[in-house]
C-alpha cells in the first residue's frame, strides 16, 4: 500500500501526462470513428456498406433485422459488404447502411429507399390487399415474435447465450452490467417483459404453429414467389431455429419434425440465398467471435 502510494507521489506528472494522452487518444479516435465518411473515398460507390454486429458458429449475423436486411440484398443480387462497426447508427440500431453518400438505419426504410433507388418491388405481383395482408404478417413477426425471441435469448437463456456470443468471463460481466439491464428495460416497456418464463416459452410454441398454419403449403408467405415478407420472416424465425438456446420450447420444435413446412421454407431461402452459410459459421468457428466474410 505504502509502496503504491509512494509511487504515485514520485510519478504524479508523469501519471497525469500519460492520462492525458490516453483520455485524448480516446476522444480522437471516437471523433474519427464518427467522422462524415465519403462515398468513393471511405468506400466505393454503388455498393451498400452493412454496419452489423459480428456473426458467429451458429449463425451469419446474430441481429434479426441484420439477416432481414442480407437475404433482401442476396435476392436482389445488389453489391454490399459487411462492416462491423456497428455503433453510431443514425438510429442507434442495428443494421445501418452507407450508401452512395447516404447514411441510413432501419431495415425496413433502407429497403423501401433501396427499392426506390434501384427500381426494385419484390410485392409487384401482389394485389393491393395482399399487400396489405403480407405487411401485417411482416410487422407481426417484426413486433411480437421477435420480442418473444429477445426474452428466450436475452433473459431465459442468457448464459447460453454468452456460450454462443464466445464471451469470457469479463466479457459476460460486460454484457451483463450494460446490455441484459438494457435488454430487461426494453422487454418491461414492450410488455413481453412482464410475463413468465412459462408463459413466454408458451408463446413461442403458439406462435410458430400460428405460423405455420399461415405459411401452408405454400412455397413462400404470399404463395410461389418470395416477398420482402419472407425477408422479414427468415430474418427471425432464421434466429429461433440456430441460434436459440437449445432448451427453448421454440427452438426444439424447429429442430423436430412437427412443423415441416416452416422447417422446409426456412431451408428453402438459405440454401437458395445463403449458399455460402456453412462456411460462413466455418470461418466464424475459425475466428472467435467474428465472421468476415
Ligand atoms: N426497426 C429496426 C429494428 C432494429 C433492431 O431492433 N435492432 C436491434 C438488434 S436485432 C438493436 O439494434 N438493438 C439494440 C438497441 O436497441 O439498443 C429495423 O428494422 O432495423
Not at 454490399?80 to 443494421?95: E, S
Not at 403480407?134 to 426474452?151: C, G, H, I, P, S
Not at 438494457?182 to 406462435?207: C, F, P, W
Request: hydrophobic share 40%; glycine share 6%; net charge positive.
Amino acid at each position: 500500500m505504502d509502496l503504491t502510494r509512494d509511487f504515485i507521489k514520485d510519478n504524479k506528472s508523469y501519471l497525469a501526462a500519460g492520462a492525458v494522452v490516453v483520455g485524448a487518444t480516446c476522444f480522437l479516435y471516437k471523433r474519427w470513428r464518427k467522422r462524415t465518411r465519403i462515398c468513393g473515398v471511405d468506400y466505393p460507390k454503388d455498393t451498400v456498406i452493412l454496419h452489423v454486429f459480428p456473426g458467429n458458429k451458429y449463425i451469419p449475423n446474430m441481429g434479426h433485422f441484420v439477416m432481414k436486411l442480407e437475404t433482401y440484398l442476396r435476392i436482389n443480387k445488389i453489391p454490399y459488404q459487411l462492416d462491423f462497426n456497428y455503433q453510431n447508427g443514425p438510429k442507434k440500431k442495428v443494421p445501418w447502411i452507407e450508401y452512395n453518400g447516404v447514411t441510413m438505419g432501419d431495415s425496413q426504410l433502407i429497403i423501401e429507399y433501396l427499392n426506390k433507388q434501384l427500381n426494385i418491388d419484390m410485392n409487384s405481383h401482389l394485389s393491393k390487399q395482399e399487400r396489405a395482408i403480407a405487411w401485417a404478417v411482416q410487422k407481426w413477426l417484426e413486433e411480437y415474435t421477435y420480442w418473444l425471441n429477445v426474452f428466450t435469448r436475452w433473459v431465459i437463456g442468457w448464459d447460453d447465450m454468452m456460450r454462443y456470443v464466445n464471451a469470457t468471463k469479463l466479457m459476460a460481466l460486460f454484457y451483463t452490467i450494460f446490455m441484459k439491464r438494457q435488454a430487461v428495460k426494453y422487454l418491461y416497456t414492450v410488455g413481453v417483459g412482464r410475463h413468465s418464463n412459462e408463459e413466454i416459452q408458451e408463446m413461442v410454441v403458439k406462435d410458430l404453429k400460428q405460423f405455420s398454419e399461415v405459411l401452408g403449403d405454400k412455397r413462400f408467405i404470399m404463395g410461389e414467389t418470395i416477398t420482402e415478407t419472407d425477408c422479414a420472416a427468415f430474418g427471425i424465425i432464421s434466429q429461433i431455429r440456430w441460434c436459440t438456446p437449445e432448451n427453448c420450447p421454440g427452438h426444439k420444435l424447429l429442430q423436430s419434425d412437427e412443423l415441416k413446412n416452416v422447417t422446409a421454407y426456412l431451408d428453402r431461402i438459405k440454401d437458395t440465398y445463403w449458399a455460402d452459410w456453412d462456411d460462413i459459421l466455418a470461418a466464424a468457428g475459425k475466428k472467435g467471435i467474428k465472421n468476415n466474410y
